[in-house]
């Protein structure tokens, strides 16, 4: 019943990105330099491609999206930046923040 009237989306399986050998988890910030719908819809596309990418939000305000990647060490995240988000000519900037830890929250209430 739930699932016919869409609350539930679907289940998963969460691996340890640690135990995998993905120790490093960051957030890259994205912002555009202009905002024509296909592009963004390009954007976002590729930006979910990323091998490395664990969730891709696109969001309002002064950067357009936020990328969560989980890699093995610095130099990978450094490639995520350069070889799948700088490239893309609609990008104007970039912003990688290291994530110290991460922790599921509680969720809206049922």
């Known amino acids: 019943m739930l699932r016919a009237r869409g609350v539930i989306r679907g289940s ?3 691996l340890s ?4 050998g993905y120790p490093i988890q960051a957030l890259i910030r994205v912002r555009l330099g202009s ?3 296909s592009r963004v819809r390009e954007l976002f596309d590729a930006l979910c491609e990323i091998p490395s990418a664990l969730r891709v939000f696109h969001v309002a305000g002064v950067d357009n999206f936020l990328v ?4 093995r060490d610095p130099e990978a995240l450094r490639d995520v930046v350069l070889e799948h988000i700088t490239v893309h000519p609609v990008v104007r900037a970039t912003e990688t923040q290291l994530l110290f830890e991460v922790r ?3 969720g809206p209430s049922i």
């Open 12 to 14: 998963q399986v969460r």
């Open 104 to 106: 599921d929250g509680q």
């Open 68 to 71: 969560h990647v989980a890699v």
């Open 35 to 37: 905002h024509t719908a």
């Open 17 to 20: 990105e640690t135990a995998l």
